[in-house]
């Protein structure tokens, strides 16, 4: 699991983010993990579903392509159910 600096960097670049950007999925998976959330399922290969007890559950969508970026529209989500800007502001150093 990604230490607390780690994700840190990466809540403040998806804060940061500007419309049409895409992020990279280990990153994402890394952020959703860190909030306790575990791998569902992945369905087909690009759908992916995090689950957490007592939380909804995060779906995301990795880029045809590759399968190895995710779009900025499902990080906007991320940052909302996990309320990633005030744990930012709370935890910056």
Same mark, same amino acid.
Request: charged share 40%; net charge positive; no cysteine.
């Given at each position: 699991m990604a230490g $607390? *600096? @780690?994700? /840190?960097k990466i809540v403040e670049k998806? /804060? @940061?983010a500007k419309r049409g950007s895409e992020f990279s999925y280990t990153e994402v998976k890394a952020v959703i993990e860190y909030f306790?959330? =575990?791998l569902a399922k992945e369905d087909p290969p690009h *759908? =992916?579903?995090f689950k957490k007890? *007592?939380?909804p559950p995060i779906s995301i969508a990795r880029s045809h392509e590759s399968? *190895? $970026? =995710? $779009?900025?529209?499902y990080v906007k989500k991320i940052c909302k159910i996990l309320n990633l800007e005030e744990w930012y502001e709370c935890n910056k150093e």
């Open positions: $607390k *600096k @780690r994700i /840190l998806f /804060l @940061r306790g959330y =575990v *759908k =992916v579903m007890e *007592k939380s399968h *190895k $970026k =995710v $779009k900025w529209g």
